[in-house]
């Protein structure tokens, strides 16, 4: 519930997006809500809010080669219903479809996943498994270095600085493997891996405080994933599982080995 007036503004064109942020310097830019209306029932509801859903340059899923490009407007059920997708990356197709319920599909964004670095974030896994670029409109970001922890903020972007989309290379192989504690509901921990020729890139949320690309868990794949290999626990050397409410940090631990050790099995099968 929006609990006092507000000056609601929904540009066409990403130039006007822009010029609203200049004009209000204390509007907030939105694209689905799906985390800001929750967080502003806590805070309280800003003066002025920029809706970027209609803008064409942040809705487009384009395949270009060997990259798939994502506007930051698109949502979880465009995602999921995109010929493109399913064809470059079904693993992604699959994941966009089975995250949250049918609502919060219709509604969250790319780029609303991108500016909410919560632990268990499915999106992250999978923007970083696939060693995306984040594009701004003054930048071009690659992922690892975007979800690099910020603190409880988030991503820091200029002021007037927007997320356009995402860049993500087109894999040979993909898979991604999820722990839901509850069916239909979030994952408490989500495990993305990609192989393109004899690179890997591998993506983990839900294991410590914000998603990360786990670089010990690609070289143990380029290792070949041996069994009695020492390389996969480095992973929890670098990053230790996270205790909370949920669950004990060592339980995470143990769930995301399996899940990594599942996710090698697709990959190098």
Sequence with gaps: MIDKPLNWHRPAALEDAQALLSRFPDAVPMGGGQHLIPHWRQSGTPATVVSLGLIPAMRHIERHGRVLRLGAAVTLNELAAS?????????????????????????????????????????????????AVVHTTARDIAAHD???????????????????GVSLRIPDAASHQCLRLIPGRFALLTVFATRAGHEFGVGISGLSASAFRAFAAEAWLAGGAAAGSTGLDRV?????????????????EAQA?????????????
């Design 236 to 252: 929890f050397e670098e990053h230790p599982g996270q205790s909370d409410i949920q669950a004990h940090g060592a339980y995470r």
């Design 257 to 269: 080995r399996r899940l990594l050790k599942k996710a090698a099995e697709a990959l190098l099968a």
């Design 146 to 164: 975007w979800f690099q922890p910020r603190g409880p903020g988030g991503p820091t972007l200029e002021k007037g600085e927007l997320i356009v």
């Design 83 to 131: 010929a493109a997708v399913g064809d470059g990356i079904p693993a992604l197709s699959s994941l966009a479809g089975k995250m949250g319920d049918r609502l919060m599909r219709n509604r969250a964004t790319i780029g609303g996943a991108l500016c909410t670095t919560s632990q268990a974030g499915c999106l992250p896994a999978a923007m970083l498994g696939t060693r």
